[in-house]
């Protein structure tokens, strides 16, 4: 059973970066897309990124484009989010997801989350 971690996440000014990385086991990745999440106070949880390992096709919510990069380490079974020019807006906890080849809207598996803070 896929199981995921992340990390990376803490306490950075307005403008900064952060990378979060999401680390598999026990399966890989090679047939899964991984989604990034987040979930701030208060609101409803979004999908902020995408990638899918069978094909290397990737999205970006509108809110998150030219800011943050989605990229994959096959070799590593991790997927990372860098996360530049943060602003406040951007604070939440971030959880990474993954869905199969054979049922890509379905992201059944997920992570614990990591906090990510951006104040001043």
């Known amino acids: 059973q896929l199981q995921l971690v992340e990390s990376g996440g803490g306490l950075v000014q307005p403008g900064g970066s952060l990378r979060l990385s999401c680390a598999a086991s026990?399966?890989?990745?090679?047939?899964?897309?991984i989604g990034w999440f987040r979930q701030a106070p208060g609101k409803d949880r979004e999908e902020v990124a995408q990638?899918?390992?069978?094909?290397?096709?990737?999205a970006y919510t509108d809110s998150v484009k030219g800011r943050f990069t989605i990229a994959r380490d096959s070799a590593k079974n991790t997927v990372y989010l860098q996360m530049r020019s943060l602003k406040p807006e951007d604070t939440g906890v971030y959880y990474c997801?993954?869905?199969?080849?054979?049922?890509?809207?379905?992201?059944?598996?997920w992570g614990q989350g990591t906090q990510v803070t951006v104040s001043s």
């Open positions: 990638i899918s390992h069978w094909d290397g096709s990737f």
């Open positions: 026990r399966s890989s990745l090679e047939f899964y897309k």
């Open positions: 997801a993954a869905a199969h080849f054979n049922n890509p809207s379905n992201f059944g598996t």
